[in-house]
C-alpha cells in the first residue's frame, strides 16, 4: 500500500470515509462519532475501565468549564495549554465576570475539589478517573488523531508520599500498554518523555509510542507525575499520622480517541479497515451467494448460523440485501469485518461454507460441523497475527544504527529516494534541550521517549557527539 507522506493520509481519510466511521461538521476540527465508531471507542472503554476499577479507581464527572483563574495558579500548565484554549465569555446575554475555559485536561478543577476533600491521611489514596470530552483548539487537523474536541479518559489520584505516587504512574502506564497490546494489536514502546515533550505541570511524563504504517509516531497514552506541583497550587494538604499536615503527590493519565486513529493507521490496508477482532464492530458477516433467491434454504440455514454465533456472543451480521454478492464483498472489507461467511446453493449440497479472512489472501472451506469452531479460531488467531505482523513491520523500520544527524540526514534522503519510510531512530543524547531542537529542526525526528528497555545503549550525542545520558527513541510524529 502507498506510504507516501500526502497519499498516507488521503488513503487514511478514504478508509474512514469509505468505513463509515466519522463525518466532519460545520464546526472546525469538531467531528461527528457515527455508530462503528464510536463502537470501537466502547471496546476500549469497557477493556480500559475494566483494569481502572481492577486496580482500585472509581469514575466521577467534574463540569467542563473551568474559571480562569484556576488556570493562573500552576504557571507550567497556563503556559504550556493557554494557546489552545477556546473561552466563553457571555450567557444569556451578558458578560460573564470571569472567562470560563473549555477543559483542556481537568488538573485545576479537580486540584480545587480535592482540597476539599482531602482531609487526612484516612481519606488516601484518592484514586479517581473521568470519560469526558475536552477542547484543544487545534490549527491542523485530522480525524481523531488530532481534532479540536475529543474523548479520552483523564485519571487523578492523590497519595501520601512520591513512591506511592510514582508506584501508581507507572502500573497505569503499564496499563495502558497491556490494552494497547492485547486490544488494538498494536506494538508500543514505554519510556520516559523527554523534558521539553513533558506534560505542562509533570516533574515526569511517561510515555507509550506507537508507529504507524507512514512510519510516524503516535502517543498512545500518556501518565504523568505531578509531584507537590498542584497540591501546592491548589493547597491539598492532609494530616498525616504523625499529625502534621504534607502536601499530596498526586498523578494523572489519559488515552484518548486517537487510539481509534492509531488502529486505523497501523493496521488497515488497500482494501480499507483492518480491525482486530476484539474491537472490530462486525466480527463475522454472512453473505449468501449463487442464486441464493430460488432456493428459500440457503437464507434459513444462514439465519441458523446467525442465531448460533449471536448466542455465542460473536458480533454477527446476515447481509442479505439486494446488492451483488461482489459489492457487498467490497463493503464488508471496507468496514473491517474480520470474516466473511459466504454460502450458496452449491455450499448447500456439499455442507460448507466458505470463509475469507480479512488481513488473509486466500478463502479456506470448512465443513458446517466444524463451523463454530473454526469461527472461533480464526478470531483469536487473526487477533494475535495483527498484533505479530505490527511487530515486525515495526521492527524492520526501527533503525539503531545511525549515530550522528549526518548519518540520519542520509537515511532520510536514502528512504525518500528508494520510497521507504524513513521509520524510527534509536539514538544518544546528552541531555540538552538545544541538540533536541537542532534535530527536530533540520529532520523533523522529535523525540518520543526516553525506552525502559532500549535495544541497545548508545554512547554519544546524536547532535553534538558528547558522551550521551540518554539513549532515546526519535521519528516525526503526529
Ligand atoms: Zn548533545
Same mark, same amino acid.
Given at each position: 500500500m502507498t506510504i507516501q507522506q500526502n497519499e498516507f493520509t488521503k488513503w487514511y481519510i478514504e478508509?474512514?470515509?469509505?468505513?463509515?466511521l466519522m463525518?466532519?461538521?460545520?464546526?472546525?476540527?469538531?467531528?461527528a462519532f457515527k455508530p462503528d465508531g464510536y463502537e470501537i471507542w466502547e471496546h476500549i472503554q469497557a477493556?480500559?475501565?475494566?483494569?481502572?476499577?481492577?486496580?482500585? #479507581?472509581?469514575?466521577? !464527572?467534574?463540569?467542563?468549564?473551568?474559571?480562569?483563574?484556576?488556570?493562573?495558579k500552576e504557571k507550567d500548565h497556563i503556559e504550556g495549554f493557554s494557546p489552545e484554549l477556546p473561552w466563553v465569555t457571555e450567557a444569556a446575554g451578558e458578560q460573564l465576570e470571569e472567562r470560563l475555559a473549555l477543559r483542556p485536561t481537568s488538573e485545576t478543577m479537580i486540584g480545587y475539589l480535592y482540597s476539599n476533600w482531602i482531609k487526612?491521611?484516612?481519606?488516601?489514596?484518592?484514586?479517581?478517573?473521568?470519560?469526558?470530552?475536552?477542547?484543544?483548539?487545534?490549527?491542523?487537523?485530522?480525524?481523531?488523531?488530532?481534532?479540536?474536541?475529543?474523548?479520552?479518559?483523564?485519571g487523578h489520584t492523590a497519595h501520601g508520599d512520591e513512591e506511592e505516587a510514582r508506584h501508581?504512574?507507572?502500573?497505569?502506564?503499564?496499563? !495502558?500498554?497491556?490494552?494497547?497490546?492485547?486490544?488494538l494489536a498494536i506494538p508500543v514502546f514505554d519510556g520516559t518523555k523527554t523534558e521539553s515533550e513533558r506534560f505542562a505541570g509533570a516533574i515526569d511524563t511517561f510515555s507509550i509510542e506507537a508507529m504507524m504504517k507512514d512510519g510516524k509516531a503516535v502517543q498512545a497514552g500518556t501518565s504523568h507525575y505531578l509531584g507537590t506541583k498542584f497540591a501546592e497550587a491548589f493547597n491539598i494538604k492532609?494530616?498525616?499520622?504523625?499529625?502534621? #499536615?504534607?502536601?499530596? #503527590?498526586?498523578t494523572s493519565w489519559g488515552t484518548s480517541t486517537r487510539l481509534i486513529g492509531s488502529v486505523i493507521m497501523v493496521h488497515g490496508d488497500e482494501r480499507g479497515l483492518v480491525l482486530p477482532p476484539k474491537i472490530a464492530p462486525t466480527q463475522v458477516v454472512l453473505i449468501p451467494v449463487g442464486p441464493f433467491k430460488k432456493h428459500p434454504e440457503i437464507l434459513e440455514k444462514l439465519d441458523?448460523?446467525?442465531?448460533?454465533?449471536?448466542?455465542?456472543?460473536?458480533?454477527?451480521?446476515?447481509?442479505?440485501?439486494?446488492?451483488?454478492?461482489g459489492f457487498k464483498f467490497n463493503k464488508w472489507e471496507q468496514k473491517g469485518a474480520s470474516l466473511r461467511v459466504e454460502f450458496g446453493p452449491r455450499d448447500f449440497q456439499n455442507n460448507q461454507v466458505v470463509i475469507k479472512i480479512r488481513d488473509e489472501e486466500e478463502k479456506i472451506t470448512v465443513a458446517l460441523d466444524r463451523f463454530m469452531d473454526v469461527i472461533e479460531e480464526e478470531l483469536k488467531v487473526m487477533q494475535k497475527r495483527l498484533l505479530e505482523k505490527a511487530r515486525q513491520f515495526r521492527d524492520a523500520n526501527s533503525h539503531v544504527t545511525i549515530d550522528s544527524l549526518q548519518q540520519l540526514q542520509?537515511?532520510?534522503?536514502?528512504?525518500?529516494?528508494?520510497?521507504?519510510?524513513?521509520?524510527?531512530?534509536?539514538?544518544?543524547?546528552c541531555g540538552s534541550n538545544i541538540c533536541e531542537q537542532k534535530v527536530k529542526d533540520e529532520t523533523k525526528f522529535t523525540s518520543r521517549n526516553i525506552p525502559f528497555n532500549p535495544p541497545i545503549k548508545k554512547s554519544n550525542c546524536i547532535y553534538c557527539g558528547n558522551e550521551a545520558k540518554h539513549t532515546v527513541w526519535f521519528a516525526r510524529a503526529y
Amino acid at each position: 500500500m502507498t506510504i507516501q507522506q500526502n497519499e498516507f493520509t488521503k488513503w487514511y481519510i478514504e478508509t474512514i470515509q469509505n468505513a463509515d466511521l466519522m463525518d466532519y461538521t460545520p464546526v472546525r476540527g469538531c467531528i461527528a462519532f457515527k455508530p462503528d465508531g464510536y463502537e470501537i471507542w466502547e471496546h476500549i472503554q469497557a477493556e480500559m475501565d475494566y483494569h481502572f476499577k481492577e486496580t482500585g #479507581h472509581r469514575n466521577a !464527572y467534574f463540569p467542563m468549564l473551568i474559571p480562569e483563574s484556576f488556570f493562573q495558579k500552576e504557571k507550567d500548565h497556563i503556559e504550556g495549554f493557554s494557546p489552545e484554549l477556546p473561552w466563553v465569555t457571555e450567557a444569556a446575554g451578558e458578560q460573564l465576570e470571569e472567562r470560563l475555559a473549555l477543559r483542556p485536561t481537568s488538573e485545576t478543577m479537580i486540584g480545587y475539589l480535592y482540597s476539599n476533600w482531602i482531609k487526612s491521611y484516612r481519606d488516601l489514596p484518592l484514586l479517581l478517573n473521568q470519560w469526558a470530552n475536552v477542547f484543544r483548539w487545534e490549527k491542523k487537523t485530522l480525524p481523531f488523531i488530532r481534532t479540536s474536541e475529543f474523548l479520552w479518559q483523564e485519571g487523578h489520584t492523590a497519595h501520601g508520599d512520591e513512591e506511592e505516587a510514582r508506584h501508581e504512574t507507572l502500573q497505569m502506564l503499564d496499563i !495502558y500498554k497491556k490494552v494497547v497490546e492485547n486490544l488494538l494489536a498494536i506494538p508500543v514502546f514505554d519510556g520516559t518523555k523527554t523534558e521539553s515533550e513533558r506534560f505542562a505541570g509533570a516533574i515526569d511524563t511517561f510515555s507509550i509510542e506507537a508507529m504507524m504504517k507512514d512510519g510516524k509516531a503516535v502517543q498512545a497514552g500518556t501518565s504523568h507525575y505531578l509531584g507537590t506541583k498542584f497540591a501546592e497550587a491548589f493547597n491539598i494538604k492532609y494530616l498525616n499520622k504523625n499529625n502534621q #499536615h504534607d502536601y499530596v #503527590h498526586t498523578t494523572s493519565w489519559g488515552t484518548s480517541t486517537r487510539l481509534i486513529g492509531s488502529v486505523i493507521m497501523v493496521h488497515g490496508d488497500e482494501r480499507g479497515l483492518v480491525l482486530p477482532p476484539k474491537i472490530a464492530p462486525t466480527q463475522v458477516v454472512l453473505i449468501p451467494v449463487g442464486p441464493f433467491k430460488k432456493h428459500p434454504e440457503i437464507l434459513e440455514k444462514l439465519d441458523d448460523l446467525y442465531k448460533v454465533l449471536k448466542a455465542k456472543g460473536i458480533r454477527v451480521k446476515l447481509d442479505d440485501s439486494d446488492l451483488t454478492p461482489g459489492f457487498k464483498f467490497n463493503k464488508w472489507e471496507q468496514k473491517g469485518a474480520s470474516l466473511r461467511v459466504e454460502f450458496g446453493p452449491r455450499d448447500f449440497q456439499n455442507n460448507q461454507v466458505v470463509i475469507k479472512i480479512r488481513d488473509e489472501e486466500e478463502k479456506i472451506t470448512v465443513a458446517l460441523d466444524r463451523f463454530m469452531d473454526v469461527i472461533e479460531e480464526e478470531l483469536k488467531v487473526m487477533q494475535k497475527r495483527l498484533l505479530e505482523k505490527a511487530r515486525q513491520f515495526r521492527d524492520a523500520n526501527s533503525h539503531v544504527t545511525i549515530d550522528s544527524l549526518q548519518q540520519l540526514q542520509d537515511h532520510i534522503t536514502q528512504s525518500k529516494a528508494n520510497k521507504n519510510i524513513p521509520g524510527w531512530i534509536l539514538a544518544g543524547w546528552c541531555g540538552s534541550n538545544i541538540c533536541e531542537q537542532k534535530v527536530k529542526d533540520e529532520t523533523k525526528f522529535t523525540s518520543r521517549n526516553i525506552p525502559f528497555n532500549p535495544p541497545i545503549k548508545k554512547s554519544n550525542c546524536i547532535y553534538c557527539g558528547n558522551e550521551a545520558k540518554h539513549t532515546v527513541w526519535f521519528a516525526r510524529a503526529y
